[in-house]
């Protein structure tokens, strides 16, 4: 975590005019970031309901303030085994057409502001089943963050179809 | 005020509505003729509805701008800010007019001269005098101001049209105060009227937002409730109390804005009813009762088209022509009969005709056209069974299509479109006497009672209306779970109701499977079909906010929504319906058993058959009405007395006999026996397994020479063996039986009483003499009347008779008609014995001279009332 606060204080000063602002989260040590504004709320461990029949990237259901939140297990739906024992895992609430979905992470970082030239696309060799859910990648000093993109993340069909 | 009055004053307000904003367009864009087509017709309207009322004023005034408007629109007149002044002012006078017939139901006193004049010299294209000239004294408002709030209306009045389209069953409502409402709009500075200041109209989108947030507050307020209770001598627990009172009467507050009298959603029928009086020529008269009856308008919008629908099957096919009603013996004039009420929680909604009622022939014709049953599963069922047909898809029973109905829009939808919305339908009809249709729907569908139940840790909402009753299954208890090759099946009141686990249907086991030592039994009714639901425990009922799953959650059928309890934990509501039609087919077939083992089992029909292999690979088969129970007993717990096996069930000695002799009784593992029990005797026949239930044909082609075996029938395709339980019956007891029977049954010394048991069905004459013989009656078949009105004229006597009801050749109740009238039998009690016992079935049973009515195949019922029948005979 601290390399990644350093790094926060080292770039924000650089931030150029496409910059752009994502929560980063890690899943099995990897970096991944979600656009700042469709995030709603990061929660710490929750009571999640299971659902029978649902999908298997579908963790559950909890209750977020009297809404209906929609869990789905990231490590699940990127082929990863499961989170240890010990760690009960964060939540990232974040609004997909009008419904909220809570993302269940590793662990929650911060905010980070990362400039344009940063950027890269998909590079060809990345596993199909992570290509589908990343919108590219932001090389960060000595890490890489690899965009989660939401909507495709939630479309499940195409994951059985990869 | 009167009606048409009302309507009037609703009608013109709106056109005059409309009318400010054309002529303010007009005066903007004076050469459209469309506009000035449009302004001329709706003047036109309101002068010719006042003449129609007798409204010399009004009507004076209209006039007077419809010449006006005349003139610019056959291009005589230029459209002149002058000329739109003054016919403005003469719409303002209407409206002036019309408010006071409002409040006062009568014109005013007084005259329009100077303004029919003015208009009448704009007609002439005289410059119009600008109003300089005092107006009339009773005009409210200075001609020279009317623009000005008239271009403000439009402003507030032009929302409307497009609230009334949404928001149509409120209107309905707010029909009645429009008038007052508009009014007070156009014309600030007359006296609010008491109607208009009463009731405002909302858009039912707030409504519902508002529904929303109650229901919120309502599950944040159980949350709260739920915390309370954990934590004595709360400081809290005052205030929260009150928050729950407020909070239900905000809840009811809220879905009271939502209720709406039934009667909007009937509004359109008398209208209905009396067009297609005219094009059916039939005379029909619509009997509303319960207009009042308040139901959740989205609930409303919902019934509405399966009503009209049924109102107009009712007319239409319900209903005979005149000339067939009075040959019918019933006056010319048809009702159709709606009647709402509440009861529990529920809308109760009956659609009634006095017509000819289903025609069960044609049902039946159609079914068999259709493929839908063959003729000996029709033959099974009831008359009520039959007619429920009519629900289903692509089924029409009128011969002809007409214009009105059978256009393929059939009862499916209507039944789907009601269970939809969680209610149900029923139907009752007696050929000539009419069809009374019966619907139940809930109030609200916002708020719901849910039974929360429990199974494999985790919890889950089943909508109370969908629940009959809740049944405790234990090991060792009376109610236990039986299972024919996986399949569970309960025993409940003589009918075996098909299981599912919820355990298995949703996959909640991690593979392995927990035998649970009690499991408790949700009896759920999904159409005509009755399932159970087997969970682990049940809570309590809740009231519960339904909200919709995620999308991504929308192809799982078995949810109908989600909600939020009042431990503020998530949980999921089942839905019924989708859990019915996952077991789909299966249902089906198991349905249809279950109502074949109740109801009837003659040969050619449909029976429940239990298969089973015992010696041989060849399979058995028993009616499975006849099997009490199916046990797996410890190999190690049979014992041998007096070198037969018997085994401890029950507290008693369960003798066991084996189908064929010389079987080796299993030596360890699990002996699966059939149960056969009779009152306090019950004995086991040892099988090798149990294969499968199956409905089928029984028709015995071969009859076998072996004691025990009634004969061989394609059962599933294979040839099997019929056993004669009657003979293991037998052999179990042996004579010590006959004694204890005797006793077992009372005071009538069963020895040597003669029966005669009429029959046409071979395998059941099979079935029953046996069983007869075993209780030590003297027994004598006859497989038709005339065959057992042979054995009377040949002079043979009886102590009672059995006999069956269809049959062909003469009936039952004909047969008991000939006895009682003149033969030697006069004295003779005779039995009927039928799968059809109504209560109809049953009067016309006693007045054929019937002693009893008894159902086939309930044994216990037929030696009791044989036992009974011959001794009230002996006291007599």
């Known amino acids: 975590m601290s390399n990644v606060r350093d790094f926060a204080t080292g770039t924000s000063g650089v931030a150029s005019g496409d910059a752009r602002d994502f929560v980063t989260m890690t899943i099995a040590d990897q970096l991944f970031g979600i656009p700042v504004l469709t995030v709603q709320d990061v929660l710490g461990p929750q009571r999640i309901t299971r659902i029978p029949l649902a999908p298997a990237e579908v963790a559950g259901a909890l209750n977020l303030r009297g809404r209906i939140v929609t869990a789905i297990d990231v490590r699940r739906r990127l082929s990863l085994p499961p989170r240890a024992a010990d760690n009960q895992g964060m939540s990232v609430v974040v609004d997909h057409k009008g419904e909220l979905y809570s993302l269940i992470v590793d662990a929650v970082g911060e905010v980070l502001s990362l400039p344009g030239d940063a950027y890269e696309r998909n590079p060809t060799t990345l596993d199909p089943r992570w290509r589908e859910v990343s919108g590219g990648i932001y090389r960060l000093q000595g890490k890489l963050l690899v965009v989660l993109e939401v909507a495709r993340m939630l479309d499940f069909k195409r994951a059985e179809a990869a | 005020m009167d009606d048409l009055l009302r309507e009037f004053l609703t009608e013109s307000n709106e056109s005059l509505a409309v009318l400010d904003v054309e002529l303010v367009k007009l005066e903007k864009d004076p050469n459209d003729p469309q506009l000035l087509g449009n302004i001329f017709r709706l003047v036109h309207t309101i002068k010719g509805t006042c003449g129609f009322l007798g409204l010399p004023r009004l009507e004076g005034v209209a006039h007077a701008s419809e010449n006006v408007l005349g003139k610019v629109r056959d291009g005589d007149l230029p459209v002149t800010p002058a000329i739109i002044s003054v016919v403005l002012e003469s719409l303002d006078r209407i409206k002036w007019l019309l408010a006071t017939l409002e409040q006062t139901e009568a014109e005013p006193a007084g005259d329009d001269a100077d303004l029919i004049r003015r208009l009448n010299a704009a007609a002439n294209g005289e410059a119009a005098a600008p109003a300089a000239a005092a107006p009339a004294p009773v005009a409210p408002a200075p001609v020279a101001e009317a623009p000005a709030p008239v271009a403000a209306a439009p402003v507030a009045a032009a929302p409307e049209p497009a609230a009334i389209e949404e928001a149509a069953p409120v209107e309905m409502q707010a029909a009645a105060d429009k008038p007052a409402d508009k009014k007070e709009q156009v014309t600030g500075d007359i006296k609010d009227s008491s109607v208009a200041a009463q009731t405002i109209r909302v858009n039912v989108d707030l409504l519902e937002n508002l529904m929303t947030m109650v229901s919120e507050l309502v599950l944040t307020r159980n949350q709260l409730l739920q915390i309370l209770r954990s934590q004595k001598d709360s400081d809290f627990a005052a205030p929260l109390q009150r928050l729950n009172h407020v909070t239900s009467e905000l809840q009811e507050g809220v879905m009271k804005t939502r209720m709406q009298p039934i009667g909007n959603a009937w509004a359109k029928l008398p209208r209905l009813i009396r067009d297609l009086s005219h094009e059916l020529g039939k005379k029909i008269e619509l009997v509303m009762h319960g207009a009042e009856t308040e139901l959740d308008r989205q609930v409303l919008e919902l019934i509405k088209d399966p009503l009209t629908h049924m109102v107009r099957n009712s007319a239409d096919h319900g209903l005979e022509m005149p000339a067939d009603r009075k040959k019918a013996g019933k006056p010319e004039q048809g009702h159709v009969t709606l009647n709402a009420y509440h009861e529990g929680g529920h809308i109760i909604i009956e659609i009634a005709d006095d017509g000819r009622g289903l025609s069960l022939a044609k049902i039946k014709q159609k079914v068999l056209q259709n493929g839908l049953a063959t003729d000996s599963e029709l033959s099974a069922m009831s008359d009520q069974q039959i007619a429920q047909f009519i629900f289903r898809a692509g089924f029409s029973t009128a011969t002809k299509v007409t214009n009105v109905s059978g256009r393929g829009v059939g009862m499916d939808v209507v039944r789907t479109n009601i269970e939809k919305i969680g209610g149900t339908i029923e139907l009752k009809t007696q050929e000539g006497k009419g069809t009374t249709f019966t619907i139940k729907i809930p109030l609200t569908l916002a708020i719901v009672s849910a039974l929360i139940v429990e199974c494999a840790g985790e919890r889950f909402a089943i909508p109370q209306i969908s629940v009959l009753e809740l049944v405790r299954a234990a090991a060792g208890s009376e109610t236990t779970i039986e299972r024919v090759n996986q399949s569970p099946f309960l025993r409940l009141r003589n009918r075996l109701l098909p299981l599912v686990s919820l355990r298995d249907m949703l996959r909640l086991s991690n593979g392995e499977k927990e035998e649970n030592q009690e499991t408790f039994i949700v009896v759920t009714q999904v159409g005509n079909h009755t399932f159970g639901i087997m969970v682990d425990r049940v809570f309590d009922t809740e009231e519960i906010v339904v909200k919709p799953v995620a999308p991504i959650l929308r192809d799982v059928s078995m949810f109908s929504g989600n909600t939020i309890l009042g431990d503020g934990s998530v949980i999921m509501i089942l839905d019924p319906n989708g859990i019915a039609t996952a077991i789909g087919e299966a249902?089906?077939?198991?349905?249809?058993?279950?109502?074949?083992?109740?109801?009837?089992?003659?040969?050619?029909?449909?029976?429940?058959?239990?298969?089973?292999?015992?010696?041989?690979?060849?399979?058995?088969?028993?009616?499975?009405?006849?099997?009490?129970?199916?046990?797996?007993?410890?190999?190690?717990?049979?014992?041998?007395?007096?070198?037969?096996?018997?085994?401890?069930?029950?507290?008693?000695?369960?003798?066991?006999?084996?189908?064929?002799?010389?079987?080796?009784?299993?030596?360890?593992?699990?002996?699966?026996?059939?149960?056969?029990?009779?009152?306090?005797?019950?004995?086991?026949?040892?099988?090798?397994?149990?294969?499968?239930?199956?409905?089928?044909?029984?028709?015995?082609?071969?009859?076998?020479?072996?004691?025990?075996?009634?004969?061989?029938?394609?059962?599933?395709?294979?040839?099997?063996?019929?056993?004669?339980?009657?003979?293991?019956?037998?052999?179990?007891?042996?004579?010590?039986?006959?004694?204890?029977?005797?006793?077992?049954?009372?005071?009538?010394?069963?020895?040597?009483?003669?029966?005669?048991?009429?029959?046409?069905?071979?395998?059941?004459?099979?079935?029953?003499?046996?069983?007869?013989?075993?209780?030590?009656?003297?027994?004598?078949?006859?497989?038709?009347?005339?065959?057992?009105?042979?054995?009377?004229?040949?002079?043979?006597?009886?102590?009672?008779?059995?006999?069956?009801?269809?049959?062909?050749?003469?009936?039952?109740?004909?047969?008991?008609?000939?006895?009682?009238?003149?033969?030697?039998?006069?004295?003779?009690?005779?039995?009927?014995?039928?799968?059809?016992?109504?209560?109809?079935?049953?009067?016309?049973?006693?007045?054929?001279?019937?002693?009893?009515?008894?159902?086939?195949?309930?044994?216990?019922?037929?030696?009791?009332?044989?036992?009974?029948?011959?001794?009230?005979?002996?006291?007599?």
């Open chain 2, 587 to 876: 249902m089906g077939e198991t349905e249809a058993a279950a109502a074949a083992a109740s109801a009837t089992s003659t040969s050619g029909e449909r029976v429940a058959l239990l298969l089973f292999r015992a010696g041989g690979d060849a399979p058995k088969a028993v009616p499975l009405a006849l099997v009490s129970r199916l046990e797996e007993v410890e190999a190690n717990s049979i014992e041998f007395s007096n070198g037969r096996p018997v085994v401890q069930y029950r507290g008693k000695l369960m003798p066991l006999v084996s189908v064929e002799p010389g079987y080796d009784v299993k030596r360890e593992g699990r002996q699966p026996v059939l149960v056969f029990a009779d009152r306090q005797h019950s004995m086991g026949l040892l099988v090798d397994e149990i294969v499968d239930i199956v409905e089928d044909h029984l028709n015995v082609e071969l009859v076998a020479d072996r004691p025990g075996t009634l004969g061989t029938a394609i059962i599933a395709g294979k040839a099997t063996d019929v056993i004669d339980t009657g003979h293991f019956v037998t052999m179990a007891f042996g004579d010590w039986f006959k004694a204890k029977t005797a006793e077992g049954y009372g005071d009538a010394k069963a020895g040597n009483r003669r029966v005669l048991l009429i029959d046409d069905s071979a395998f059941f004459r099979n079935l029953l003499s046996p069983l007869l013989q075993v209780a030590g009656y003297e027994v004598t078949t006859a497989e038709s009347a005339n065959q057992a009105l042979g054995l009377c004229e040949a002079g043979k006597d009886f102590d009672v008779i059995v006999s069956d009801i269809e049959m062909p050749g003469m009936n039952g109740f004909e047969f008991a008609e000939t006895v009682r009238k003149s033969s030697r039998w006069q004295d003779t009690p005779i039995v009927a014995m039928s799968s059809h016992t109504s209560a109809k079935d049953m009067d016309r049973g006693r007045t054929a001279g019937f002693a009893d009515y008894i159902p086939k195949f309930d044994r216990d019922a037929l030696l009791q009332t044989l036992s009974q029948t011959i001794a009230s005979r002996g006291a007599a």
